[in-house]
């Protein structure tokens, strides 16, 4: 056996020395840096309320980053000058410490369908100014919502779990972008014990409905046929009975998204599955940002609301 362990040993020593002679010292002159980037994120779309874009400084891919409570902090970066256009008009937006968002009021550039909006950045630093373009795509209406309902017990509690899934055809002759989402709204009475005299009160509450799979679609090589989302699921926990309820609503909406806002949630939904499985393919983030990172992008919302009860 001692031979045996003496020809081990040796072997061991000899391929770490092999290993050792393959690293070497890099000059730091001769490696490539490059500018530091904005981080900017806007999603313009006919239904909103408010204009909205965030600008951020660069995250470090390697290293300490700043956390707290398991959550990144964001990095705001609130000396930018922001202007959005419609090649008519320009509107600047301004910096709102309260959300960290720089907003403008949506009545000063009213978002159209079929119109291109630019955007861009810039500041007193070294950051390079930033632009972006993108064109809001016209709504695609929703044709019908399939409903499915099971009652079932889950740890000694009783739930009606809704399964709804949403139908609609594609427009053909035109790239066509998809994002599904669902709502559930549950009204229901509820008792106010400290009222004088006892009194019910009635609240809404909304939930959101998770997809079983990726809600993101492109008509690509399926071209003006009729689509259909994944299952979502969505759970009605009432105990033993559903007392106190007064209605339960499930909307369902089809955005439709432009090229910009599909590829870079796409690619988000795929660095997430792979997460940290050190074999999956690494996953590159695209961005329609010149001369900085994220994405500028638009959608346009039609929606269809069943009445469960």
């Known amino acids: 056996m001692k031979p045996i362990t003496f020809f081990i040993l040796t072997g061991l ?29 806007s999603y313009i779309s006919p239904q909103d309320t408010v204009l909205a874009v965030s600008v951020e400084l660069p995250k470090a891919v390697i290293g300490q980053r700043p956390v707290y409570n398991g959550y990144q902090y964001r990095r705001p970066f609130a000396l930018a000058t ?29 978002i159209v369908a079929g119109r291109t909006y630019t ?16 064109t809001v795509p016209v709504p695609v209406a929703p044709s019908s919502i399939q409903l499915d309902s099971i009652y079932e017990n889950q740890y000694g509690q009783n739930q009606m779990r809704y399964i709804s899934r949403l139908r609609w055809q594609d427009p053909a002759g035109q790239a066509n972008y998809y994002k599904v989402v669902g709502q559930a709204f549950r009204t229901q009475k509820q008792p106010i014990y400290n009222a004088k005299p006892p009194r019910d009160t ?40 559903n007392s106190g309820l007064v209605q339960l609503r499930v909307v369902m909406t089809l955005n439709s998204v432009d090229e ?29 940002i010149q001369n900085g990172l994220g994405c500028f992008g638009a959608f346009n919302q039609a929606s269809l609301t069943v009445k469960v009860r």
């Open 13 to 41: 020593a000899v391929s770490m020395f092999g290993c050792g002679s393959l690293v070497q010292d890099v000059n730091p002159d001769n490696i490539p840096t490059g500018t530091a980037k904005l981080v900017v994120h």
């Open 119 to 134: 955007l861009t950045v810039s500041t007193p630093y070294d950051y390079p100014s930033i632009k972006a373009s993108c």
């Open 82 to 110: 922001v202007d959005l256009a419609d090649g008519a008009r320009t509107v600047r937006l301004v910096y709102s410490a309260k959300d960290e968002l720089y907003r403008a009021p949506i009545s000063s550039l009213p």
């Open 202 to 241: 009635v609240i809404t509450n909304t939930e959101t409905i998770y997809f079983q799979n990726s809600s993101l679609f492109s008509d690509k090589g399926i071209d003006g046929e009729q689509f259909i989302s994944p299952k979502a699921d969505y759970a009605n926990y009432n105990g033993s009975s």
């Open 260 to 288: 910009n806002y599909y590829r870079y949630h796409d690619a988000i939904d795929r660095q997430q599955t792979a997460n940290d499985n050190p074999f999956a393919e690494p996953v590159l983030l695209p961005s329609n």
